[in-house]
């Protein structure tokens, strides 16, 4: 598929479940003046249709950063959520970035100019006023409808301000607000083919008096030995409940989980170790 295909539902095939990646885009996170909470909402939203996110990255407002971003994010064929910066103002550089990697031009977007328009209606309405659509505040909002060239929206339900998407690259505003629904509309949307709710399973056991080194050959074991599975060691020095320990598991399709942490507690028994409580997670 093109990177700037426009219907990004085209895909179709479990078989060809892509990752999906999160873009944080913003001064504001790296500066500390605010904390990012779209990424454990990100997870969260993931986690309900039985997804998971297979990276993240913080990027400041530097258009050149951003565009280098942005340009692997169309390229990689990912699924990728890029928050904040999609605004009019001087900082705001998503939406110019993004056209620059896709080396496409900016247009005022038919329906996003519809959208605006009709919440500076309401606005207005609001405060008394008559809605003039010349004044100059009112076209610089306008701004906030520039997209590059073909893309889609992805309807604000907080304000109608949209967000856009290129193919499989999606772009909503930074105020959780507004972005935390709209990630999900794009997912509910264009993704449910790849919806498993119940086909992921976590199982793992505390560990006792062990050294990650010396169980590294029994997990790289684990994972040659049952396909699809993927092993997990994390250990941890001051644990309220266990103190110094190794939380060690498997996780995949629950089918595959059960064979694959019935041999990982067995291969545990030549180590002499001593096992904590089993969990599950799904």
């Known amino acids: 598929m093109h990177l700037t295909d426009p219907n990004p539902h085209r895909l179709t095939s479990p078989e060809a479940a892509p990752n999906f990646g999160l873009l944080i885009i ?6 500390g003046k605010r904390a990012d909470k779209h990424l454990p909402k ?4 993931l986690k309900e249709r039985g997804l998971s996110l297979a990276y993240a990255e913080y990027v400041g407002d530097d258009p050149e950063r951003i565009t280098a971003v942005l340009q692997r994010a169309f390229e990689s064929g990912d699924v990728v959520f890029s928050t904040g910066g999609i ?5 705001d550089h998503t939406r110019q970035c993004a056209a620059r990697a896709l080396g496409v031009n900016l247009e005022l977007h038919p329906q996003a100019r519809v959208l605006i328009e009709q919440r500076m209606q309401e606005l207005a309405l609001e405060q008394g006023k008559t809605y003039d659509p ?20 992805i309807p604000n339900p907080y304000n109608k301000i949209p967000g856009f998407s290129c193919g499989h690259v999606h772009f909503v505003p930074g105020f959780p607000v507004m972005a935390w629904p709209m990630m999900a509309w794009v997912l509910d949307t264009h993704y449910p083919v790849f919806f498993a709710k119940d086909a992921w ?8 008096g062990a050294m990650e080194a010396t169980l590294t050959p029994l997990m790289e074991a684990i994972e040659r030995d049952f396909t699809g599975i993927k092993v997990f060691s994390l250990p941890s020095v001051d644990h309220p409940e266990y103190g110094r320990h190794i939380e060690l598991g498997v996780k995949g399709a629950p089918d595959a989980v059960a ?6 507690v067995d291969g545990l028994a030549p180590f002499r170790v001593k096992l904590g409580p089993e969990l599950v997670r799904s």
């Not at 913003?26 to 500066?31: R, V, W």
């Not at 990100?42 to 939203?45: D, G, N």
């Not at 064979?259 to 990982?264: E, I, N, R, V």
């Open 201 to 208: 399973q976590e199982r793992s056991v505390i560990v006792f």
């Open 259 to 264: 064979p694959a942490f019935a041999a990982l």
């Open 26 to 31: 913003g001064d504001e996170i790296l500066s």
């Open 87 to 91: 605004g009019a103002t001087p900082d």
């Open 134 to 153: 010349t004044h100059a505040d009112n076209l610089h909002r306008l701004n906030m409808g520039v997209f590059p060239q073909g893309a889609q929206i």
């Open 42 to 45: 990100m997870i969260e939203l």
